[in-house]
């Protein structure tokens, strides 16, 4: 499917047309990827872009007056202003390429954070974080003797925000939260979550890294001061991501790291920073990663940000009730408002054996703690089996999914 050529409604084959890996086998079985809350698959759009960019361009961003490196730096910005509308920013000043979400996170811990925490001080987060929403502030917090604050999640997996409310005090200096829990699901409710924190003068953070795939994220409605992605799992490459910040306050931070492109001169008694959003990309960035998460971004519109959450949302709903149908089948994670992850247990089978066997069948999930192990404890389990979805996947695929978990309670009978 070509780039602003949005079909009239969802063509799930078409879409699936457009992913060569998705043809492969495993197994001798036909590949059934339900692991994209890990990392999205990509379509060839996004490897033709990076392909086209390597063949035909390359060259290094901001640097040479030559053709090549002209048209390298019109297409890494090109991908920023992608970007930018991708995200709803006001300005491609605000919109910085990092290599991941978790580089973004640790970008505003270090810079924006330490500077204002001191002994006493507070970084609240939740209790369904990733861990690269969490060690970040713990490493702040160690570092300045400031205190980590975890605001309690429910049965459900919703996270209470009277709790939330209750723990913003004169002491807390930020908060950051996610969007979407990539081990329950859970969609949080990210603009309230930003105006309680507002009115207390705490700015936000927001881990978009699981919903930006899923829904419309537009950080001026959320009104969010930092908003991080990351480009694998918005079906573009690995290496690249997305921090986005409001512009005052990136103006008002120190770099990040030090060198190339974030400089505008240098001696040897002192150096003076570049103008955003360069003064926070040192050295050559991921330029191919860039342009694949353009192509996967116009990849995304063209498709129907829309059109892929409705059926995101059937499959879900399907998956929940063939789950449900299972003997011993528990699913972790029921919150009210919940995006394409399904995340179980079996009755006395570890996590495990139930992704080695569905393996066999070409099936593959995530097994773990999804690097969500506070998660874990909260619900008293050591891991769970997950399944999640993406534009691609097909009831069908949940069928063989379904088949393969009525094995598992057979073998373990
Ligand atoms: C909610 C959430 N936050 C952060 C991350 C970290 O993403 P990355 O490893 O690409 O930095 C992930 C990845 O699994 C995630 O699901």
């Known amino acids: 499917m070509m780039a602003g050529t949005a079909p009239a409604v969802f063509d799930l084959q078409r879409v699936r047309a457009d992913f060569p890996i998705l043809s492969r086998t495993v197994n001798g ?67 910085i390429f990092t290599r991941n979400a978790t580089e973004g996170i640790n970008l505003v811990a270090y810079t924006f954070a330490r500077a204002r925490l001191k002994p006493g001080d507070e970084v609240i987060i939740s209790a369904m974080e990733h861990h690269s929403n969490i060690v970040p502030w713990q490493l702040a917090c ?6 980590l604050r975890v605001a309690p999640i429910d049965d459900r997996g919703e996270l209470i925000l009277e709790e939330f409310d209750r723990l913003l005090t004169p002491s807390t200096r930020i908060a950051s939260i996610t969007h979407m829990s990539n081990a329950l699901g859970t969609v949080t409710p990210v603009r309230e979550i930003v105006r309680l924190a507002h009115a207390k003068g705490v700015p936000v953070l927001i881990d978009a890294s699981q919903a930006a795939y899923h829904m419309r994220v537009d950080v001026k409605a959320i009104d969010c001061d930092f908003l991080v992605a990351t480009g694998h799992k918005l079906y573009g490459p690995t290496g690249i991501g997305v921090l986005y910040g409001k512009e005052a306050h ?21 150096s ?65 408002d919940k995006a394409s992850i399904l995340s179980f247990v079996m009755e006395g089978v570890h996590p495990h054996d ?26 008293g389990i050591p891991a769970t089996a997950r399944a999640s979805l993406a534009m691609y996947n097909t009831r069908e695929e949940l069928d063989v999914l379904g088949r393969a978990l009525q094995q598992v309670r057979e073998v373990f009978a």
Not at 81 to 92: I, P, T
Not at 253 to 263: A, H, S, T
Request: hydrophobic letters at 40%.
């Open 272 to 336: 003076t920073w570049n103008v955003l959003p360069y003064k926070f990309e040192a050295g050559t960035p991921d330029i191919a990663g860039a342009i694949g998460l353009h192509a996967a971004l116009d990849y995304i519109e063209a498709t129907g940000l829309e059109a892929i959450a409705a059926h995101e949302r059937d499959l879900l709903t399907y998956g929940t009730g063939l789950l449900q149908a299972i003997d011993g089948v528990r699913i972790i994670g029921t919150a009210r």
């Open 354 to 379: 139930i992704g080695t066997i569905v393996d066999r069948e070409g099936v593959a999930i995530r097994t773990g703690h999804h690097c969500a192990q506070p998660v874990m404890a909260r619900f």
């Open 29 to 95: 079985r036909p590949l059934r990827y339900l692991d994209n809350a890990a990392t999205t698959q990509k379509p060839r759009a996004v490897l033709d872009a990076i392909a086209s960019y390597y063949t035909g361009i390359n060259a290094n961003v901001h640097r040479g007056v030559h053709e090549l490196s002209q048209q390298a730096t019109d297409a890494y910005e090109a991908a920023r202003e992608r970007v930018r509308a991708y995200f709803n920013a006001g300005s491609v000043r605000e919109v």
């Open 142 to 147: 160690e570092a300045t003797g400031a205190h």
């Open 250 to 270: 990136l103006q008002d931070m120190p770099p990040f790291m030090g060198g190339g492109d974030m400089i505008s001169s240098v001696t040897f008694e002192r």
